[in-house]
């Protein structure tokens, strides 16, 4: 196997109309640009699976590659080169403090599991943030090449292109993503799955929580739900969903940075029903 990368240099988002500061705007750009050079890199170790190092971590689901480890690596160095007093925060290399007010959160491979059977359901997610809150973001699935974008106030992307309103799919009769992860109840994540389907959706999960959420915001799925994300997997996708007009859940923003969050986001027209299935599910298991 040897899939080549199918991105191309980015196209120049229009952000002449933007809400967003200079600084913030330059720091998109940057996403933009080093998204690609990541995604070469991380298509490499995945066309070279016999000699690609993996071990598991918490779980034997949840694994990590010498790939994670190099494209995050890779990544760090080139934002501390161009933004030296900003914050970085990787899954794998944790927190690299800075002085500015603007923080990197970066997940070098989301779908580690995907990515190592040689499954193209795997992305890179780059997202910044200004103080708390998420400002923009980048999502890119290099196998495929499907392209994700967003910055606040200013509109979502998807191959360079602004969307508009997110297609508004019903629960019924369309696909709903269920995520988990090592840290997720198995019995409510099966409550959670029967009930979409007797509800009439679709069960939907690809391995990639970061790439299911882009695709909410794509109008491609009615929603998503996971028990508990950490900030790398779900900031870029939240932020994505909500410039596209979809819902989400609150949440509270330093549980998140610290230690994970359960996350919900839908179409306005699927958000209510798929709520209403989590709480029953939480609720049978308690």
Request: with cysteine; charged share 15%.
């Amino acid at each position: 196997m040897n899939i080549k990368c199918r991105v191309c240099i980015p196209i120049g988002h229009n952000m002449n109309s933007s809400p967003l500061k200079i600084e913030t705007v330059d720091r998109y750009e940057a996403a933009l640009e080093l998204i690609e050079s990541a995604a070469r890199s991380a298509l490499t170790y995945f066309n070279e699976q016999d000699s690609l190092v993996k071990e598991s971590k918490v779980a034997p689901m949840d694994v990590v590659s010498q790939a994670d480890r190099e494209v995050e690596s890779a990544l760090r160095q080139q934002l501390k080169a161009i933004f030296p007093d900003d914050s970085v925060i990787g899954e794998e290399g944790g927190i690299s403090p800075g002085q500015s007010d603007y923080t990197w959160v970066i997940d070098p491979i989301d779908g580690t599991l995907p990515f190592v059977s040689g499954l193209p359901h795997w992305c890179i997610a780059i997202a910044l943030m200004e103080a708390e809150t998420t400002v923009a973001a980048v999502t890119l699935a290099p196998v495929s090449g499907q392209h994700y974008a967003a910055a606040r106030g200013a509109g979502f992307w998807v191959n360079h292109h602004l969307q508009p309103a997110i297609t508004n799919r019903p629960l019924v009769g369309n696909m709903t993503a269920i995520g988990a992860s090592p840290w997720a109840d198995p019995s409510v994540l099966g409550h959670c799955i029967q009930s979409v389907l007797e509800a009439g959706s679709l069960h939907y999960r690809n391995g990639s929580g970061a790439l299911m959420l882009a695709e909410v915001a794509a109008g491609h799925l009615a929603g998503y739900y996971e028990p508990h994300m950490k900030a790398w997997d779900c900031l870029g996708g939240l932020l994505m969903v909500e410039e596209a007009g979809g819902v989400i859940a609150p949440i509270d923003n330093k549980q998140l940075m610290s230690d994970g969050h359960e996350v919900l986001a839908a179409t306005p027209a699927a958000f209510t029903p798929l709520e209403t299935i989590i709480k029953s599910a939480i609720q049978t298991q308690s």
